[in-house]
């Protein structure tokens, strides 16, 4: 009888496996740090698309897709719609998703690790990913970044296998051949139907594995292995291997397929090849790769010069690991999936110049998997190194290194929790959000402009009963339903060039409803549209003072740029009016600081205009009406220490008179609103 043969200890599956604890203290620590601060990020634009869609229908996300909305296949929508199902919608819980998945890729590049060079390589390609601040940003983020190179990873793993010569590995046996190739299948079709991108890592996958099985290498005999002895009567599992290849990538092929033909019809003319100029992406294959090599190395918290060294250190480690003669027919496969999407992805910006390097994030936590070979590999090189034992240097090298990566990533990571994180966030959604928070009653209708702010609204205030409707370009007759469905309809609108010409859901509620709150700031602004026969709004509290017979300045809140307040600052107010009456006439609005408080108190900065910037004069206000009204003040850069106050009121353009207030001596004309006290500057300090 023969003895079984011991296998060398860096080829899985027959190696050692890794000490559970360590796997368990990893996986922990990549949970950590993606759940740390989880909903501390404001949502983006993109962020409210998903969660927007996830409240769709199967058939609103297949057949009946809006690609003016988004482009991507429906596997990711799809998936989350399940997760809300369960975990509900706010912002944690559908941040969560990614959390998980990301954490599910650690654990899969243990095993590619393992694959690639036993048990250890696996544990530090696993720390390596669990730390990476790129693959911690996206597992923070809802959207199918943290989902890609789950199926990424995984994928390359199914293909490099138990290691049979079709990928560089040890031998599948043909029957152990099929159940792998049908999960290969599964997991490139799922990849395909999230991201049209991984379809670059799948041709990659299919010509690299067809090109090792190759009708030489089918004609050369198996020869046996120390690990995986052949009998003479076993069957070549390498022509199973073959149709294995050819029947898993047809069924990924047909995924595809059948996806283009379900939707081609909607496919917008303009979308399929144009993009709009100020989003075009031109690099040369030099730009390309060092953009694709800075975001991927260090994330977006890092310097770009830290950021280079970062990715010409996991590089560099890389190529280490291919220099194995004896493990590295498992490795350039690996290699392969590596740059040859790339490459794709470059070629494709030629036909459509639109490219961000989170597409090909699925490269990175392979790219990481060789890196940590090539730790294990430094000590194999044989450079002369004076004055120490060779191998002794090169393991102090390699520690160094390694530490030195991993502590870059952390202070990366302390600045990614720092925040703000997403350069992308804007504050649009906060003053509508603010305003359903305090204003908005279950059965309000919410007409949005853009579908992220459903998601917004979706993820923000789950627990009020909304009825949330997405229409870009209502007709008065839409308008004219929900408002008899429901009394009250919120429209949320939006302007980048902040130019309020008058959105036309805001038109329509003009016509077929009665104004009864306004709310702008920046590029956002929220209306209130109610049916006659339902009251205004109701201001609890009490009211800062009625100005002149028609308006009453319900209240004023004033918010420093800063704790310390300099020359230079900015000051923001918000005035609360309300119209007792509809005002009769337009009059002009003024906000002004003065001081130093005292008997030579001046006029220091100010701002007079109509409210909301001229676009909502007050004959337009309604009885009832509440309207936000915002003002920024710029402090002068000569302005001196001292306390200062902020006044408000009304006065007629045609003749400067002031309306009346009379709610204290000092406030005959104007009502006091607060006092400030500006600092010196700060370098007299």
Not at 14 to 35: D, E, K, S, W, Y
Not at 388 to 412: E, F, M, N, T, Y
Not at 480 to 485: C, P
Request: with cysteine.
């Amino acid at each position: 009888m023969r003895k079984p043969t011991v296998c060398p200890p860096h080829l899985a599956p027959c190696g050692r496996q890794a000490p559970a604890l360590l796997t368990a203290f990893i996986l922990a620590l990549a949970f950590a740090l993606r759940v740390y601060r989880l909903d501390a990020e404001r949502l983006w634009w993109d962020e409210g698309i998903s969660i927007y869609l996830a409240t769709r229908g199967v058939a609103e996300l297949t057949l009946a897709k809006d690609f003016a909305i988004d482009l991507h296949p429906p596997v990711y929508h799809l998936a989350l719609a399940g997760w809300r199902a369960v975990a509900g919608s706010t912002v944690f819980a559908v941040r969560l998703f990614s959390v998980i998945a990301g954490v599910a890729t650690v654990a899969v590049i243990y095993r590619l690790g393992r694959q690639l060079g036993g048990p250890g390589v696996g544990a530090v390609a696993s720390l390596l990913l669990a730390l990476a601040p790129i693959h911690v940003y996206y597992s923070q983020e809802a959207r199918m970044y943290s989902l890609v190179p789950l199926l990424g990873t995984l994928y390359v793993s199914l293909l490099v296998g138990r290691g049979d010569t079709a990928t560089g590995g040890h031998r599948d046996t043909a029957r152990s051949a099929w159940p792998r190739w049908t999960a290969v299948g599964i997991v490139g079709a799922v990849g395909v139907l999230t991201h049209y991108y991984l379809a670059l890592l799948v041709a990659a996958g299919f010509i690299t594995a067809l090109a090792a099985s190759s009708p030489r290498q089918l004609r050369t005999p198996v020869a046996p292995s120390p690990c995986c002895p052949v009998a003479p009567s076993t069957p070549d599992p390498r022509r199973a291997r073959l149709h294995g290849l050819l029947m898993s990538h047809a069924l990924i092929a047909g995924s595809g397929i059948w996806w283009i033909v379900l939707t081609i019809g909607r496919w917008p003319a303009g979308l399929r090849f144009d993009v709009p100029v100020e989003t075009e992406t031109h690099h040369t294959l030099w730009q390309f790769v060092a953009e694709v090599a800075l975001r991927l190395g260090g994330g977006f918290a890092l310097p770009d010069p830290v950021a280079g060294a970062l990715a010409a250190a996991l590089g560099a480690l890389g190529i280490a690991a291919l220099l194995d003669r004896e493990t590295s027919p498992r490795r350039w496969p690996v290699a392969a999936l590596i740059l040859v999407p790339i490459a794709l992805a470059f070629a494709l910006t030629a036909v459509r110049p639109f490219f961000y390097p989170r597409f090909v994030l699925f490269v990175f936590p392979p790219g990481l998997a060789l890196a940590a070979a090539g730790l294990g590999r430094i000590a194999d090189l044989g450079f002369p190194i004076s004055g120490l034992d060779r191998k002794s240097a090169i393991a102090r090298l390699q520690s160094v290194l390694g530490l030195a990566i991993v502590l870059a990533w952390a202070v990366g990571l302390s600045t990614h929790f720092a925040g703000p994180r997403n350069t992308f966030a804007s504050e649009d959604h906060q003053i509508q959000i603010a305003a359903l928070r305090q204003f908005g009653r279950s059965g309000d209708a919410v007409l949005a402009s853009y579908p992220w702010q459903v998601g917004y609204v979706v993820a923000i205030l789950p627990s009020l009963a909304l009825d949330l409707q997405f229409l870009p370009d209502p007709t008065d007759e839409q308008v004219a339903r929900l408002l008899a469905a429901s009394g009250r309809v919120w429209v949320l609108s939006y302007s980048a060039n902040q130019r309020w010409d008058g959105p036309r859901a805001e038109q329509s509620g003009e016509r077929v409803g009665v104004s009864s709150f306004t709310r702008q700031r920046g590029d956002a602004r929220i209306r209130l549209f109610r049916r006659t026969d339902v009251a205004p709004l109701e201001m609890s509290g009490d009211r800062l003072a009625a100005i002149g017979d028609d308006l009453v300045l319900v209240d004023a809140t004033v918010t420093l740029a800063d704790a310390l307040l300099r020359p230079g600052h900015e000051v923001a107010v918000d005035l609360v009016w309300q119209a007792a009456d509809r005002p009769s006439r337009d009059l002009t609005v003024f906000v002004h600081l003065v001081g130093p408080e005292g008997p030579n108190e001046q006029l220091v900065t100010q701002q007079d205009n109509p409210p909301l910037n001229g676009t909502r004069p007050l004959t337009s206000l309604t009885t009832g009406e509440v309207l936000v009204d915002p003002y920024r003040l710029r402090l002068p850069p000569t302005l001196p220490p001292g306390r200062y106050r902020l006044q408000a009121g009304l006065y007629d353009p045609r003749t400067g008179t002031r309306e009346p207030v009379n709610r204290s001596p000092d406030e005959v004309d104007r009502v006091i609103i607060g006092r400030v006290s500006v600092e010196g500057p700060a370098h007299q300090r």
